[in-house]
């Protein structure tokens, strides 16, 4: 197990979470070659500096606090890329659990064929997660679970930023994280991992779901209300805008993006006629409305720019 776990680099990022943090890494240390694991806590600018809060004498870990200052979710994982130095890079949220085969997963996926790989997410929550949560909307709170099958990923689903891997040389390959995109903050947008994702396939290389490397995610009950899951959704919409726009791919004005909005409309009023639950045609339409703010954003941007 030792020679697998040496090829992996482990970048977690976080800010201001410090009791959350400390769950995952002593999960991180129970893990199966942990100690050969190369492990970098990228502090987000936190209040208080991490490395003051965390017991780092009794953890049995190759672990390194660095400390920058507030850039956000990418910046944080393109700083942890570059003080680590593994074949493989794990990325991790702050709040996970680890099954104690996690690190032989990641290292058993990359035999040759795979680039990137997302490892399957459990919830770990404090109650059960509504029925009124769609699975596909799962993703809102990085829950993953397709199977025990390891495999190509469906067209609604792909890596979630909690749990996945990458080679260096494909990162090398590629480029890094996109710094105007994802988490800033108590910012909900996303989309970091995503837009990666998206480089890696068009460079032609393979992207699997893989079970084998599972974590349980902390889901804080908050999160499993209405409310909160229409904000994410409006936080997806301005996402999936500024992803097209790094791109040049997206809708040039507002016009147009007015008609994917009556389109959402139109989505959302034949669930409603399907019966399917009230709040999945609300989504559609939060999402929209992040949609026209973000791109009523930009327009205003570049008109500053202009002036």
Same mark, same amino acid.
């Given at each position: 197990m030792s020679i697998d776990a040496k090829r992996i680099s482990v970048v977690i990022p976080t800010r201001d979470r410090a009791a959350l943090l400390e769950r995952t890494l002593r999960s991180l240390a129970r893990v199966e070659g942990a100690a050969e694991l190369e492990i970098v806590v990228v502090d987000d600018g936190s209040e208080v500096p991490l490395a003051d809060q965390l017991p780092l004498a009794e953890l049995d870990l190759d672990l390194r606090v660095l400390r920058q200052e507030p850039g956000g979710l990418n910046v944080g994982r393109n700083s942890g890329v570059a003080a680590t130095s593994r074949e493989i890079v794990a990325f991790l949220d702050d709040d996970v659990l680890l099954e104690p085969d996690w690190a032989l997963g990641v290292a058993a996926a990359?035999?040759?064929r795979r680039a990137l790989i997302g490892g399957r997410i459990l919830a770990d929550a404090p109650? +059960?997660?509504? /029925?009124w949560v769609h699975p596909r909307k799962l993703?809102?709170?990085?829950?993953?679970?397709?199977?025990d099958r390891p495999g190509p990923f469906p067209s609604w689903a792909g890596p979630v930023g909690a749990n996945f891997a990458v080679l260096r040389d494909v990162l090398h390959r590629v480029g890094p994280f996109r710094p105007g995109l994802d988490r800033t903050g108590r910012s909900l947008l996303s989309g970091g991992d995503t837009e990666l994702v998206g480089r890696v396939l068009a460079a032609g290389l393979v992207v699997e779901y893989?079970?084998?490397a599972t974590v349980h995610h902390h889901i804080p009950v908050e999160r499993l209300t209405k409310p909160w899951f229409r904000e994410r959704a409006r936080a997806q919409g301005r996402s999936n805008v500024l992803m097209e726009d790094v791109h040049g791919l997206g809708p040039g004005d507002l016009a147009r993006e007015a008609v994917w909005?009556?389109?959402?409309?139109?989505?959302a009023v034949k669930r409603l006629a399907a019966r399917? +639950?009230?709040? /999945?045609?609300?989504?559609?339409?939060?999402?929209?409305r992040g949609r026209l703010e973000a791109r009523?954003?930009?327009?205003?941007?570049e008109r500053r720019g202009g002036a």
């Open positions: 990359f035999d040759g109650v +059960p997660i509504p /029925d993703t809102y709170i990085s829950v993953l679970d397709l199977g893989w079970p084998a909005a009556l389109r959402a409309g139109g989505i399917e +639950p009230l709040i /999945d045609a609300e989504l559609w339409l939060w999402s929209s009523r954003d930009l327009r205003r941007a």
